[in-house]
């Protein structure tokens, strides 16, 4: 019943009506993939802002050039403690500021530095340059701090300290997250144009085709909006066939990658792909294909005909 | 629906001063002017090429004329939007001279064409088909397609299309050129059928046999001109 049709107008032997679910699931794969990946990405920076709300650095300069950097760290650190809305402040080892920085200076200042002045502590150089003191500092929760304010005190505690708020970085990040989305709106929106032309073109080409047809169900009493029915269910049907297995072949693409990130361990194997609500953006995207694609044939031919009549 | 038809007893169809050309080509029909009165009956007559299929063309605003006026139903037609085309076409049926069937349907869905674009639907649509189609002596053939069926058979597929709508204007170009002469009588019938229902009947025909035995009013075509014929009323 519903592989073949009865239909007025006899579709089955337009080329373009053949082609127009193949073209309409890539557009539909393609979307479903972008979208996906908006989800991904936006999923990790939102992680990561997450993460960095609340945080402040305070770094403070040592090496020979600043001889009392380790009373300076003790100030800063007995300041921090002092004040209030600060919920944790930590001097970071040693090890960990090499980490942070190795990917700056290499191994290099692990061989050198490491061994050389191991058991010295903070002011010890790496590769030759000194590692500064970094103090991590974690706000309460709830706590509004002034950072301005605490940034000069810490300054007034260590000459030459720099506090680094990474509200600021968290608030790019939103940027960021932000910039992803309307990437991902526009990538959407140029492939629903794309398909947009491609139905206008079929049903042009239809309407073509079909000429002497469409002119007998005139002369027999047929409206337009008769004719542009039997475009739009054509037009709907073949979309809705193309956008299902584009969105299937989308979601095996993501179970795909999916798997992948968990044989590297990137994510744990159990974590959810997508919120239920994102499931829910792949499952209409079939429905929203072939609306977009019956509502475009219904115009073009109503447009059409009334120009050719 | 049929009421309005008979309101003041306004003419079916009126010409006034119609002439119609193709194109840059000369006049094919000038200063037509006739009126058919609802319950007519008429044949059309003419040489080939006198112009019988243009003034059913024109009749079914298929074709507009050149110049003068066509009344359909009491409205003119040249002020007629667009859009109230088709319900006025849904009030005539029409047998072309070329059937016109739609090769890819069966001759029931051809048939059930005109109830369906006027939103008819379901079993009721055809059985109405199905007995009419028999009636025509087609009932061996419901599901035939037009390519499959003979010229005679289609021309009476093309007629049932024409008539299932209980038209108040039936226009038949040639209804009997495929047929015997016993086929062509019992489709003149089906006319007459329809014609006492209040249809108003217009056939185009060279075949004078037929026209003599009916004796039905003629309008016949000539350089152009129409005039009306008058023949004795038919016999019963
Ligand atoms: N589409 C057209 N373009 C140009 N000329 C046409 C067209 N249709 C008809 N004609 C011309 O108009 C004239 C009348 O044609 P029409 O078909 O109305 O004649 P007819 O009386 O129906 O003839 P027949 O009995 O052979 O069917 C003819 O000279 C024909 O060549
Ligand atoms: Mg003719």
Redesign the interface.
């Known amino acids: 019943m519903l592989i073949r049709r009865q239909t007025d107008i006899p579709f089955e032997q337009d080329p373009a009506g053949r082609l127009l679910p193949w073209i309409v699931a890539i557009m539909i794969y393609l979307s479903g993939v972008a979208i996906a990946g908006a989800i991904a990405l936006n999923g990790a920076v939102s992680t990561w802002s997450s993460g960095l709300s609340g945080t402040l650095t305070i770094q403070i300069p040592a090496g020979t050039a600043f001889p009392k950097a380790q009373q300076h760290a003790d100030a800063v650190l007995a300041l921090l403690r002092k004040t209030p809305g600060i919920g944790e402040a930590r001097r970071l080892p040693r090890a960990e500021v090499l980490r942070l920085v190795r990917p700056w200076l290499g191994d290099e200042g692990k061989g050198d530095g490491g061994k050389g002045n191991g058991g010295k502590g903070g002011d010890a150089d790496a590769g030759g340059l000194p590692l500064p003191i970094l103090i991590d500092v974690r706000t309460a929760a709830g706590a509004d701090i002034d950072s301005a304010a605490l940034a000069a005190r810490v300054a007034r505690a260590a000459p030459g300290a720099v506090t680094e708020n990474h509200a600021r970085w968290a608030g790019r990040l939103i940027g960021l997250a932000r910039s992803i989305w309307l990437v991902a709106l526009i990538v959407v929106a140029l492939i629903g144009l794309a398909t947009v032309i491609t139905v206008v073109f079929a049903t042009r080409t239809g309407l073509r085709i079909h000429r002497r047809v469409i002119g007998l169900l005139h002369l027999i009493g047929a409206h337009d909006r008769y004719i542009a029915r039997q475009f739009e269910r054509q037009a709907l049907w073949l979309s809705l066939q193309g956008a299902v297995v584009g969105v299937a072949l989308a979601v095996g693409t993501v179970f795909g990658v999916v798997h992948l990130a968990g044989e590297a361990e990137l994510q744990p194997a159990d974590a959810a792909i997508f919120t239920p609500a994102q499931w829910a953006i792949f499952a209409c995207l079939p429905g929203v294909a072939a609306l977009v694609a019956l509502l475009t044939a219904r115009i073009t031919v109503l447009r059409t005909l009334r120009r050719m009549t | 629906m049929r009421t309005d038809l008979f309101d003041g007893e306004k003419p079916v169809v009126r010409f006034d001063q119609v002439g119609v050309r193709y194109g840059a080509g000369p006049e094919v029909l000038r200063d037509i002017a006739f009126s058919l009165e609802p319950g007519s009956f008429h044949f059309l007559t003419g040489e080939s090429g006198a112009g019988k299929s243009t003034l059913m063309r024109l009749i079914?605003l298929?074709l507009r004329p050149t110049r003068g006026l066509v009344h359909l139903f009491g409205r003119d037609t040249a002020t007629l939007p667009?859009?109230r085309v088709?319900?006025l076409?849904?009030r005539i049926g029409?047998v072309y001279q070329d059937f016109?069937l739609?090769?890819?349907?069966t001759a029931v869905?051809n048939v059930a064409?005109?109830l369906?674009?006027?939103g008819a639907r379901g079993p009721d649509v055809r059985n109405h088909v199905s007995e009419l189609l028999r009636w025509v002596g087609l009932g061996e053939r419901l599901a035939a397609k037009p390519p499959t069926l003979s010229g005679g058979e289609q021309q009476r597929v093309a007629i049932a299309?024409a008539v299932i709508n209980r038209p108040d204007l039936l226009l038949a170009d040639e209804p009997t050129g495929n047929v015997d002469d016993n086929i062509g009588v019992r489709l003149i019938h089906l006319f007459e059928e329809l014609n006492r229902m209040g249809t108003t009947v217009v056939i185009a025909t060279h075949n004078f046999g037929l026209v003599d035995r009916f004796r039905y009013p003629r309008l016949d075509l000539e350089d152009g001109a129409l005039k009306l014929i008058r023949t004795p009323s038919p016999p019963c």
Do not use: C
């Open positions: 079914h298929s667009r859009d088709p319900d076409r849904r029409v016109r739609l090769d890819h349907l869905d064409l005109p369906r674009v006027a299309r």
